[in-house]
């Protein structure tokens, strides 16, 4: 079961940490990835990271600006967001894969197996 937590309203610029806390299972063996839907469009992805930490992918859109990460101790994802935009705006979602992706398809929806309930992001002045 995952659970997303952190989002709210911020200004254009600001900053939020989303957090998506895993429970059973073993967080370490999983894959987490966060995806995002705004109202009216298809869900993309945007951040994805393999089971070490070590391999992080990122939407084009986000580069430089989001920042994932795990705490395995605390069985948890985040999702750092600075520089936010009005084109942020959307419920974000965490989801998990048990086990290994390869790089290439660390962004695909289809490969997570669990999925959070979303927490909404609104970015507007």
């Known amino acids: 079961q995952l659970q997303a937590s952190g989002g709210g309203l911020v200004q254009p610029g600001g900053s939020l940490r989303l957090s998506c806390v895993a429970s059973g299972g073993t967080f370490s063996s999983y894959a987490m990835s966060w995806f995002r839907q705004a109202p009216g469009k298809e869900r993309e992805s945007v951040s994805a990271?393999?089971?070490?930490?070590?391999?992080?992918r990122y939407a084009d859109s986000v580069k430089g600006r989001f920042t994932i990460s795990r705490d395995n101790a605390k069985n948890t994802v985040y999702l750092q967001m600075n520089s936010l935009k009005p084109e942020d705006t959307a419920v974000y979602y965490c989801?998990?894969?048990?086990?290994?992706?390869?790089?290439?398809?660390?962004?695909?929806?289809?490969?997570?197996?669990?999925w959070g309930q979303g927490t909404q992001v609104t970015v507007s002045s």
């Open positions: 990271m393999d089971l070490s930490g070590v391999t992080r």
């Open positions: 989801a998990a894969r048990n086990g290994r992706i390869i790089s290439s398809y660390m962004m695909r929806a289809g490969v997570y197996d669990y």
